[in-house]
């Protein structure tokens, strides 16, 4: 399973962007997708996570001006960015917890990455 992520760029304080991650490969589910972020010195933290059921958590620092979301018929999660601020600037990367069944029909599970897209907030 390949994750795909696009939509990051140069925006400057206060504006938006939007993110997509689009999943392919052989997949009968998808369950939890995420997005992390990886700020220049700094270690890969969590920003946002939905259920297959659409449920949704936020790291605090981005509560009220990120929005995580996802069509569960093209495999794709989104992130809805506003508000940005300097501090959002980091790489920001994908993943998503997968299910397939192999040729016995045995169920395999997986989580797979997507490679990674740039977010530069600067006026």
């Known amino acids: 399973v390949q994750l795909q992520a696009s939509g990051g760029g140069l925006v400057r304080p206060g504006g938006s962007l939007r993110l997509s991650c689009a999943a392919s490969g052989n997949i009968a589910r998808i369950n939890e997708m995420q997005w992390h972020r990886q700020a220049p010195g700094k270690q890969r933290e969590p920003v946002a996570t939905?259920?297959?059921?659409?449920?949704?958590n936020y790291a605090d620092s981005v509560k009220g001006r990120f929005t995580i979301s996802r069509d569960n018929a093209k495999n794709t999660v989104y992130l809805q960015m506003n508000s940005l601020k300097p501090e959002d600037t980091a790489v920001y990367y994908c993943n998503a917890d997968w299910l397939y069944y192999n040729s016995e029909d045995a169920p395999v599970v997986g989580r797979s990455w997507g490679q990674g897209t740039l977010v530069t907030v600067s006026s």
């Open positions: 939905i259920t297959s059921g659409g449920n949704t």
